[in-house]
């Protein structure tokens, strides 16, 4: 089993600095990839941010420079630290990571239960 826990989110205002957090917990050999998508309401799921196990990052366009994604490679956690949001980042917020439960295993894609984000004056 593994749980991935998002938290940080909540009701923040236009400019106002807000942080997600992503932990990990379980049975995990090795997390690979991870990543943070979005889901508005009445839209798709949408990447946000992504890192590799090589700490490269890639941010969607509508990032502009505003969020940095970043891990903890101690403790296994998973940031996604948002600058000057606006209304429209208003969504659930989605930790993403690819992870194998055994050396023998292979990756497998998991999710964690989202965590809503709600930016207004």
């Known amino acids: 089993q593994v749980q991935i826990v998002e938290s940080g989110g909540g009701s923040v205002q236009p400019g106002q600095f807000v942080r997600l957090s992503c932990t990990f917990s379980?049975?995990?050999?090795?997390?690979?990839?991870m990543a943070w998508y979005r889901q508005a309401p009445g839209k798709q799921r949408e990447l946000v941010a992504s890192?590799?196990?090589?700490?490269?990052?890639d941010y969607a366009d509508f990032v502009n420079g505003r969020f940095i994604i970043s891990s903890d490679s101690f403790s296994g956690t998973l940031y996604l630290s948002m600058n000057s949001p606006v209304p429209e980042d208003t969504a659930v917020y989605y930790c993403?990571?690819?992870?194998?439960?055994?050396?023998?295993?292979?990756?497998?894609?998991?999710w964690g239960q989202g965590i809503q984000v709600t930016v207004s004056s």
């Open positions: 890192i590799s196990v090589g700490s490269i990052v």
């Open positions: 379980g049975t995990i050999f090795a997390i690979g990839n």
């Open positions: 993403n990571a690819e992870i194998r439960i055994r050396e023998l295993s292979p990756s497998a894609n998991y």
